[in-house]
């Protein structure tokens, strides 16, 4: 059933107030998977714990495309799931994922995408847009209409473009430095941490 409640936009500092009090945004000293250092580290996967949250974000992402006819909300496994899951609830469309299968993302479980239909892909964080880029494809294979990418968190602070109408609740730039070329490291009062993260999202 669709959601009928006033859609209402977060302001950023809404935004970052819901990313921050989750856990999801924090600030420090941190080690990415990639080996690249930063002071700022986003695991959207502990704001997802929180229903309320969660109904928020993607009511935001859902208000951006309630006059988009959208059939069908997609997501990458394992970020986009849940996100697509609440943005088609709300649109009162389906919910879908990919998986990867042999390195290349799929459709599995018996879904499908009917030729024509209007699809929305949707993530929780992009920094280069690749699972995203995969993703569309997969819909064009099925040959439906990509009518729109929403995410959480546009890591590129904007710099990204699909080409097609796009929306992030929050955009940031997150600055990053070899290991040899961190300041905080330089500093030395903040100890380095590796939380885990995945390159090239």
């Known amino acids: 059933m669709t959601i009928t409640e006033p859609d209402v936009l977060l ?6 107030d819901i990313f921050t009090s989750s856990g999801a945004l924090l600030r420090g000293h941190f080690i990415f998977t990639s080996g690249r250092h930063s002071d700022v580290y986003m695991q959207c996967a502990q704001v997802l714990r929180y229903p309320e949250y969660t109904e928020k974000l993607a009511k935001h992402l859902a208000s951006r495309f309630r006059s988009d006819a959208i059939d069908i909300v997609i997501g990458p496994a394992l970020g986009g799931i849940v996100v697509a899951y609440e943005v088609a609830r709300q649109l009162g469309a389906v919910a879908l994922f990919t998986e990867r299968e042999d390195d290349r993302m799929v459709l599995r479980r018996s879904f499908s995408i009917t030729p024509g239909q209007r699809v929305l892909v949707v993530e929780d ?3 280069t847009g690749g699972s995203v880029r995969e993703v569309m494809e997969v819909v064009r294979e099925h040959h439906g209409h990509v009518a729109g990418v929403g995410v ?3 890591r590129s602070n904007g710099a990204i473009d699909f080409g097609i109408k796009q929306t992030a609740v929050l955009s ?3 600055p990053s430095w070899e290991a040899d070329a961190c300041p905080l490291c330089r500093e030395g009062r903040l100890p380095a941490v590796k939380p885990g993260s995945r390159p090239g999202r």
């Open 125 to 127: 964080v992009i920094t």
């Open 152 to 154: 959480l968190i546009d």
């Open 172 to 174: 940031m730039e997150i």
């Open 11 to 16: 302001t950023t500092d809404e935004a970052l």
